[in-house]
């Protein structure tokens, strides 16, 4: 389920104590409120002794394994009316929290205004786990291994957060992702609605990731957004980075270093190289941080190969 740093973690809190691997929860006081108004109310009332279930696909073998222990679960699964709904919004889209991960990849909106994003929702797990898994679940969750952190700080995306006592707060993706599985989120605040900027006119993009097999957490990933002037130089390239850093991380050294140059394998490699300046990968029974510095190298000259060829007008 976790990756990257994680098995360290089950490591040192097994050793540290209780019993290896748990598979039933410890016991939690069960809400399901059937309103925002009143899961914000919950999540104010109980906050660090809380924690929101989604779709579950994270927080439940979080809660098997008893590493995470809340005194309160706030089950959203009753809001999806509310806030479960895909809607354009000033040019851009709206994604709300509790959308599930399959009904966006079914979503022809998504798929005709936001390639990159349906490029890389396939390769979230397997679709029983989308079909359950939801696109403000995975987002604040946070682990640095899943697609949809790389694709909201390549698309400069607003994350809506709400909470009883001070309302709305709106947070740039690029602030959202602190560190591993840590948000800018506050204990009592729920992350409502996803808005993306509207989709850069004539840009190409490119999602690339390596796992081992179909469906597992990728090793390392990359979502790479490029745009060209009128010369064919690259007037803007935008690249972060899945399971590369304790956090999902956007290479600004190796955008601004490609920003004016024309798409050559040389200006690829070059960009690849200060990409991988930013980038701390860990070693895992999955591959070693060696290995994955070197793929995501390789994924980042592929990834820009496939924007510009995309941002040209190829199939690439
Ligand atoms: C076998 C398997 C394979 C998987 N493979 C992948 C993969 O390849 N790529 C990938 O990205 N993911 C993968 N996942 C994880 C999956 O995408 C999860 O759906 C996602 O990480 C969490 O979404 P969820 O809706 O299930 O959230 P939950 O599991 O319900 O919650 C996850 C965390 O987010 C918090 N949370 C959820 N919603 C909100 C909200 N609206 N506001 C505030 N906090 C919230 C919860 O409190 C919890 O801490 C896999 C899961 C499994 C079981």
Redo the contacts with the bound molecule.
């Keep these: ?1 976790l990756r990257g740093r994680a098995p360290r973690e089950y490591a040192r809190r097994t050793i540290e104590g209780g019993p290896f691997f748990s598979v039933k929860p410890p016991p939690f006081d069960y809400h399901a409120p059937s309103s925002l108004q009143e899961a914000l109310e919950l999540l104010g009332q109980f906050g660090t002794d809380a ?11 979080l809660l098997n394994l008893r590493l995470a222990r809340p005194a309160h679960l706030i089950d ?1 699964n009753g809001l999806e009316s509310e806030i479960g709904q895909v809607r354009t919004n000033n040019g851009g889209l709206a994604i709300g ?1 509790m959308t599930r ?1 399959r009904t966006a990849e079914k979503s022809s909106v998504i798929s005709e205004r936001y390639p990159l994003l349906a490029e890389a929702l396939p ?3 397997h679709i029983q ?1 989308r079909n ?3 696109i ?3 987002l ?2 946070a ?1 640095p291994a ?3 952190p790389a694709v909201a700080l390549v698309l400069d995306a607003d994350l809506v957060v709400r909470s009883k006592s001070r309302g709305e707060r709106v947070i740039k993706a690029d602030s959202f992702f602190v560190s591993f599985l840590t948000t800018a ?1 506050e204990p009592d605040e ?2 409502v609605e996803v808005r993306l900027p509207g989709w850069p006119s004539g840009a190409g993009w490119s999602y690339q990731e390596i796992s081992r097999r179909h ?4 090793m390392v990933g990359v979502a790479c957004l490029v745009r060209l002037n009128a010369g064919g130089a690259i007037a803007e390239a935008r690249l972060a980075y899945t399971g590369a850093a304790p956090s999902p991380v956007r290479s600004r050294e190796a955008e601004q270093f490609l920003a004016g140059q024309q798409p050559s394998t040389d200006a690829f490699a070059e960009a690849a190289e200060h990409a991988a300046k930013v980038l701390d990968p860990a070693s895992d029974v999955h591959a070693s941080a060696a290995y994955r510095l070197h793929v995501a190298k390789v994924l980042t000259r592929r990834a820009l190969q496939v924007a510009v060829s995309r941002a040209t007008g190829g199939a690439a």
């Design positions: 389920m924690k929101v279930l989604a779709g579950g696909q994270s927080l439940v073998p959203i929290a991960q390769l979230i797990g786990i359950r898994g939801t403000g679940g995975s604040a969750h682990d899943s697609e949809l989120l729920l992350l469906g597992d957490f990728a």
